[in-house]
């Protein structure tokens, strides 16, 4: 879940992020809002995300999002 400073809050779920899907609860909950406030970072599981790309509906790299390509 991501707090905005809006008040509104964003739910994503765990499986649906690269990186994270498999991480476990403890390595999920070990992470880092950067500086400018625009990103996440888990260090020990070498993930880095971008609010905005999360916010757009990316949840990782292009081949990752190719699962949840829809058909038009």
């Known amino acids: 879940i991501i707090h905005l400073?809006?008040?509104v809050d964003i739910a994503i779920p765990v499986a649906l992020?690269?990186?994270l899907h498999d991480a476990?609860?403890?390595?999920r909950a070990d992470f880092l809002v950067t500086a400018s406030g625009?990103?996440?970072h888990w260090d020990a599981i070498d993930v880095q995300l971008?609010?905005?790309s999360l916010l757009k509906g990316l949840y990782g790299s292009p081949r990752w999002m190719q699962r949840y390509a829809v058909a038009a």
């Not at 476990?24 to 390595?27: C, N």
């Open 24 to 27: 476990t609860e403890a390595q």
């Open 38 to 40: 625009r990103g996440l």
């Open 17 to 19: 992020i690269e990186g």
């Open 5 to 7: 400073a809006s008040g």
């Open 50 to 52: 971008s609010v905005q």
